[in-house]
């Protein structure tokens, strides 16, 4: 029995999307980042930090989406959606599955200033501006070296996949056409039966209430 604990549109997608791919039947528990579920004891007790994703299997749990990436990857060597220690990509490999954090902690930082302050008044423009700013350039550095139609040479891979969720995420607060090679990518990436059949079962997302967030007039 697979059980993935998720929140729509939240890092447990990425867990969800690679499923998909495995072709690995699992069950989803959903839950709400606003409605305090995340911190009941039941849920804490998977997932120390009250945070998703948390995946049962075969009698244990992990929490880390990065980490259960590569396990199941480990698992299913079959599918090929990790290059093998010493394979010409494996550095490439690893560097993009960390760098995916590196988008992803700066979207994050943009999620606690912008959406969940309660009153958003609190928020600092300069940060904000700051944040976004770099933000940018981690995407812009990306779209610079974008040679293959995937992240690596060899092809699709989980690398794609955690990186992959941050852009979905950027896109709420940067604007996406200066980014003519990642846009193309992610044309490709959401045409993959996998991310069709994973977004079917995503579930209604209620972090953003809007498609998205300009700066703030005092940081402009």
């Known amino acids: ?16 999307w690679l499923l998909e791919e495995l072709g690995l039947d699992y069950e989803v528990a959903y839950y709400s980042i606003r409605d305090g579920s995340l911190r009941s004891p039941d849920f804490l007790a998977l997932s120390p930090a009250g945070r998703v994703p948390a995946l049962e299997i075969g009698g244990e749990v992990l929490f880390e ?3 259960i990436l590569q396990v199941l990857c480990e698992r299913h060597p079959e599918a090929g959606l990790a290059p ?4 010409p ?20 930082n943009l999620n606690l200033n912008r959406v969940f302050l309660r009153d958003p ?11 976004t700013a770099r933000l940018r350039a981690a995407l812009g550095a990306i779209d610079a070296r974008m040679a293959h139609a995937h992240l690596l040479p060899s092809g699709f891979s989980a690398a794609d996949i955690m990186f992959a969720y ?4 950027a896109r709420y607060y940067v604007q996406m056409a200066q980014f003519p090679a990642l846009m193309a990518y992610w044309d490709r990436l959401r045409a993959r039966p996998g991310y069709i059949a994973a977004k079917a079962r995503d579930g209604v997302q209620d972090l953003y209430d809007r498609d998205f967030y300009p700066l703030p007039e005092a940081a402009t």
Do not use: N
Not at 1 to 16: D, E, Y
Not at 89 to 108: A, C
Not at 121 to 131: E, G, H, N, T
């Open 1 to 16: 029995m697979i059980r993935l604990h998720h929140v729509p549109l939240g890092r447990s997608f990425r867990v969800m």
């Open 65 to 67: 989406s990065g980490a």
């Open 84 to 87: 093998e220690p010493g394979a």
């Open 89 to 108: 990509d494996r550095g490439m490999y690893l560097e993009m599955m960390h760098y995916s954090e590196t988008v992803g902690s700066l979207v994050e």
């Open 121 to 131: 008044a609190d928020a600092s423009p300069v940060v904000i501006k700051l944040l």
């Open 166 to 169: 941050g852009f979905e995420l």
